[in-house]
């Protein structure tokens, strides 16, 4: 992720003016005349030590301040993970702000959480946003919530990184992200809250929690850089739980009965308010099963009232879709109690199924399948989540939420390891079922567009205003980024008959000086043609007609860049060290550089299971490593032509080439800080090679797969691209530069260059 520096330091003698709640960290900004030292005798050192790590975050950037930076650092920062922008938020003053259990738990709860992880559970929570969310369209907002936190033998603290090996639970054990990956759903949201002890969220309330993590995410998110829905479009709420966080949920369910028995009972449910769709894992336990089921049973017959009302088989399908869902999953070595508790629910389901089976006729299959539970064969407790299997399709995260769209989808639940036959097993809801001559519905219907019955009527899928899914952008070799830019600007570029001389510098000494020759060039549109005068006589020369309308067209797509435009190593303000720097102490700075390198992995290319080693700077090679997992996990397979040059052969290259434009004899590379990418793909057809200066392969570079994926995705790991260079990208992160200096010897690096005036435009 980009090492971006949290802290900031106020100039202010003051103290800040706080007041405090015992067990929650203050917030800069509240009000009450409490100094630092009042505080501390009244809540602790750790109220203390809370509230200066939120006066020292950034308040405009993801991540909790007290993240743990060991391994990938989870938590410092936002990362993609399987296609979803994972965005650690704190700040939060909804639901727990225990920073850990405390005195929930019995006995030394609190310090079995602080011997997993270091970090604190007050305010926080990770959310999970698509790289292709569609910020006009409705979005699917799912809220899960963790288990117990606080025994022993509980394998997380919720969704904080766990000191003993770095991993996330979400990611390591759960596969949240990959599950949701899945679906190839760009509208759906995830939020997972984080707790303390035996699952407590602080009396969290789902529909004001939701809308408050979005506030905060709009505030965290950047211009450009997470995308960020737009609620009040409408979005469907998904209730999900592992273990203990069961009772959150049934509470959130007892209040959603109770406030709907009221008036308009009957009316359509509140989208964004009430669920539409229950998931728990192992969730339920005791009274609980009631009180689901006492949910479940309201919106059955519910739905039941509304089709026995409907005028016509369209407005019955509609009624149906409706109908929020239940899944409901355990494994076969559940607890007893857990056992009865899921049971107890099926029993429930099936009995009221049969009991109105002759009045919902033929449409009885397909309302069944709303509501299903479910045994994993052979799973424990904790992999319920996960499912069984490693196919993250067929795990129970994935079955449940492609029935939010589809109650009746064709699930690829894996219920056990091995093809034997089980009696443990459920029966499977009926098969398909035709409701007997019922019409299509029409276009303009607005009932919900989400849920469908199977072999009637669906309701119509939400039209997507931007590219339909994020691989299909990044993985169809016909699109490229200009589709990023504005439509006037995109319709520019793709008018224009591009040659190889457009890339900007480019030019071509004309050996045939005939008048002739020289007339065709003159008389090409495509080309500008003129001469130099020398000791030795005229030389001709010709270069592009449209090199400004290139450089234009680079220009455009470094402002619209995710993260912004370069972020040069060796040149300009955010240069690391210069070229002039270098040259008063090359030795010295070449023994730094070289100390300073690490191996990191690259695709062959064209393979994607092949693998070569190269050399980068180990602060960049760290990021890399994690931006090549996270593409491979998308389907891009990242390959490197080029990554460090020592001085001896930059300057060797620059001095074969001749053209010290072409070829530096010092860049980034001789820093360990840049790499060279293969952008080809067998799909764009004749090779070719990564460093060419054509603008005919410049524009094809611009389909390929691996640079429209870091196109949208390298700054998240502090990679940059020089302008007008697709397949040249830097590791220079905001801050890097203290960092790069940190082990050297005293002296040794050099004081930034100050930045050179703006030149004054001409009267």
């Not at 002296?747 to 005036?757: D, N, R």
Request: with cysteine; hydrophobic share 40%; aromatic share 8%.
């Amino acid at each position: 992720m980009p090492d971006r520096s949290r802290l900031s330091v106020s100039k202010s003698p003051k103290s800040p003016v706080v007041t405090a709640k015992p067990g929650r960290p203050s917030r800069p900004g509240s009000r009450g005349p409490i100094g630092l030292l009042a505080l501390q005798a009244t809540v602790g050192n750790e109220a203390v030590t809370a509230m200066l790590q939120n006066l020292q975050r950034a308040p405009d950037r993801p991540g909790w301040a007290d993240a743990d930076k060991g391994g990938k650092g989870w938590n410092a920062s936002s990362r993609i993970e399987s296609g979803f922008h994972r965005v650690p938020i704190d700040g939060i003053e909804l639901g727990n702000q225990q920073a850990f259990s405390g005195t929930l738990t019995k006995k030394d709860g609190e310090a079995q959480e602080r011997a997993k992880t270091s970090e604190s559970a007050a305010g926080r929570a990770i959310v999970l946003v698509p790289s292709g969310l569609d910020r006009t369209a409705p979005t699917k907002v799912m809220l899960h919530l963790h288990g117990f936190t606080s025994r022993s033998f509980d394998p997380y603290a919720g969704w904080r990184q766990r000191s003993s090996d770095n991993s996330v639970r979400d990611v390591a054990q759960d596969r949240i992200e990959q599950q949701m990956q899945t679906l190839n759903d760009p509208q759906m949201i995830g939020i997972l809250p984080q707790g303390v002890g035996h699952s407590e969220f602080g009396g969290l309330v789902p529909a004001p929690y939701v809308d408050e993590v979005m506030k905060r995410l709009a505030q965290v998110a950047g211009p450009g850089r997470i995308p960020v829905p737009d609620l009040k479009l409408g979005y469907q709420l998904v209730l999900s739980a592992h273990s203990g966080g069961g009772e959150t949920v049934a509470k959130a369910l007892d209040a959603e009965r109770k406030a709907a028995k009221g008036k308009g009972a009957d009316k359509d449910r509140p989208a964004g308010k009430a669920p539409a769709e229950v998931i728990l894992f192992e969730a339920i336990y005791g009274g609980q099963a009631d009180r689901v089921w006492a949910w479940a049973e309201f919106h059955l017959t519910r739905t039941l009232k509304a089709i026995q009302k409907a005028q016509n088989p369209v407005a019955q399908v509609w009624a149906l879709a409706n109908c929020p869902t239940l899944r409901a999953y355990r494994g076969s070595e559940a607890k007893p109690d857990c056992v009865k508790a899921y049971d107890k629910l099926d029993t429930h389901i099936n009995k009221w199924f049969a009991d109105y089976a002759g009045e919902l006729g033929a449409l009885a299959p397909s309302l069944k399948d709303h509501f299903r539970v479910t045994v994993l064969e052979g799973a424990g407790h904790e992999v319920t989540v996960r499912g069984l299997g490693d196919d993250p399709a067929g795990g129970p995260l994935a079955d449940a939420l492609s029935a939010l769209t589809n109650p009746s989808h064709p699930s690829k639940l894996v219920t056990r390891l091995d093809p034997k036959p089980s009696k443990a097993l459920p029966k499977k809801a009926p098969a398909k079922t035709t409701a007997p001559a019922t019409p299509a519905a029409p276009a303009s219907t607005t009932a919900p567009a989400a849920v469908k019955a199977p072999a009637t009527p669906a309701a119509p899928a939400t039209t997507q205003t931007g590219p339909a899914q994020p691989h299909d952008f990044v993985h169809d070799a016909t699109r490229d980024t200009l589709e990023l830019l504005k439509p006037d600007q995109r319709a520019q570029f793709a008018a224009i008959d591009w040659v190889d001389l457009d890339y900007p510098g480019a030019k071509m000494k004309v050996k045939d000086t005939s008048e002739e020759n020289l007339a065709k060039w003159q008389a090409d549109a495509r080309y500008v043609l003129w001469s130099v005068t020398t000791k030795k006589g005229e030389d001709w020369y010709i270069k592009g007609a449209h090199q400004d309308d290139a450089d234009a067209l680079l220009l455009a797509l470094a402002k619209v860049r995710p993260g912004g435009g370069e972020r040069r190593a060796n040149a300009g303000s955010t240069a690391v060290l210069t070229k002039s720097q270098y040259r008063l102490n090359p030795e010295s700075f070449d023994a730094y550089i070289a100390a300073q390198l690490a191996d990191v992995d690259s695709y062959a290319v064209g393979s994607t299971t092949k693998k070569t080693t190269k050399k980068l700077n180990k602060h960049g090679s760290v990021q890399f490593a994690a931006m090549f997992t996270a593409a491979a996990a998308d389907g891009v397979y990242i390959s490197i032509s080029n990554s460090f040059r020592d001085r001896g052969k930059a300057e060797a290259n620059a001095k074969k080439a001749d053209n010290a434009k072409a070829v530096a004899s010092f860049s980034a590379h001789s820093l360990g800080l840049a790499v060279d990418l293969n952008l080809w793909t067998a799909s764009m057809g004749k090779r070719t090679t990564e460093v060419s200066t054509a603008m005919t392969n410049v524009r094809r570079m611009l389909t390929s797969p691996a640079y429209k994926w870091i196109f949208e995705h390298g700054a998240d790991f502090g990679f940059y691209q020089y302008r007008r260079e697709p397949w040249h990208w830097e590791y220079n992160p905001d801050g890097f530069r203290e960092k790069f200096w940190a082990e050297a010897e005293a002296g040794l690096a050099p004081e930034p260059e100050a930045a050179k005036p703006k030149a004054k435009a001409k009267k």
